[in-house]
């Protein structure tokens, strides 16, 4: 396979994978901020079942897919993400929760939220890259 064909495939395999995404969120109701606060505060525990098919879904993914392949589709060899832990991401976390919780909304389902038209998503978003500019800026300082 050749490189422009590796990488329109790659492209292809990205848009169809958020495609997939945002139909799933959307079908889920999790790009409602009122269904997923409801979620959080207790009072609806659908998203709790859509979000642990999530995670076996991923799991069962990471796990059978490297034996059942030999190597991915359009890459050489299947990658390890290695997990650090340090204080910036325990603190990015809390921060990210906090923000969760308060307006009910996380960047992937206010992205599809706008694209079935919810426009006041976009003060989430705003709010999401504010936070990302001003951490990205505090690591830049520091270092």
Known sequence: MNNIN???GRVLAT????????FGLSVSTMIRPEVV????RFQDFGLMLVMG???MVVVMTYKLAPRLMGRPLFDDHFHVHPSTWNR???MGA???GVGWGLCGVCPGPAIAGLGAGNLDLLWALAGIALGALV????MKSST
Not at 15 to 22: E, I, K, P, S, T
Not at 37 to 40: E, K, P, V
């Open 37 to 40: 606060l409801s979620f959080l």
């Open 15 to 22: 848009l169809a994978a958020g495609a997939l995404f945002g």
């Open 53 to 55: 098919g999530a995670v």
């Open 94 to 96: 809390a921060l990210f």
């Open 88 to 90: 910036d991401t325990a």
């Open 6 to 8: 590796l990488k329109l």
């Open 135 to 138: 951490q990205g800026l505090r």
